[in-house]
């Protein structure tokens, strides 16, 4: 019998997001409790010039964050390590500033997400609306070639849920050729740049109720041997570790054996798989 061992949850916020709850403790004992031994926090970063700034932590709490982290390390020693990260937005022109961020602390992955198309917020309830006067289709495309952009810029360890453009249902149209190449294009931008794709649960508990990404992505990164994480995106102590055996057997059943751990930026493969 095959059998899937627990692997890292490289997804994880705090309430200086302000959306989230719970202490670094709280997440690191909730993963304790689930039988995980490595998490990642990775909190919405600041960003320049108010970008989002209702939706992530202030460039001015990044230092309490880091105390309250080292903290927590020290506390889990030899029960849970706890890797230093940040879940990075990604837009064009947000270059500078990301190297600032990456250059301000010996982080272990620097996750880069996309949650806006131009100023919309396509992943934000309060902006949900917009899919009902624009073109579902162009917004998919668009959506995956930031992904791209994000994935060649160089700048991250790992890619957040890459298609959260599916969040709340919109779908492009069945068969939509322009957006299968969008798609391919960034995972070919993503095998090129050497960056691993996170495999999310949270689309489970959202609108689509899906895993980001779908399945036929999944099955094409595996073909490309892109390498994975995996991550709840957890915004309370209890979704740490949530359908992680239901993401693990997607990747599975495309042939993918190991998942990615990082240790300051550096990173390693692991098999998940276990014969018992
Ligand atoms: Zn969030
Ligand atoms: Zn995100």
Known sequence: MTRFLPVPDYHMHTPRCNHAKGTIDEYAQAAVDAGLTEIGMSDHSPMPNGF???WRMDESELDSFLEELEAAQQKFKGK??????????YYEGAEAYIQYLAAYYDWDYLMGSVHFIGDWGFDNPDEVSQFEHC???????DYFRLVELSAASGLFDSIGHPD?????GHRAPTGSVAVLEAENKMLQAVKQADVALEISSAGLRKPVKEIYPHVGMVERAVALGIPFVYGSDAHAPAEVGHAMQTCLQLLHQ???VE?????????KMFSFVEQV
């Open 259 to 267: 998942v990615a751990c990082f240790h300051k930026r550096q990173r």
């Open 135 to 141: 073109d579902i289709e162009q917004a998919y495309i």
């Open 80 to 89: 849970l390590l706890i890797k230093a990260a940040l879940e990075v937005d």
């Open 52 to 54: 989002d700034k209702a």
């Open 254 to 256: 495309f042939g993918a």
């Open 164 to 168: 959260l453009i599916k969040k709340f």
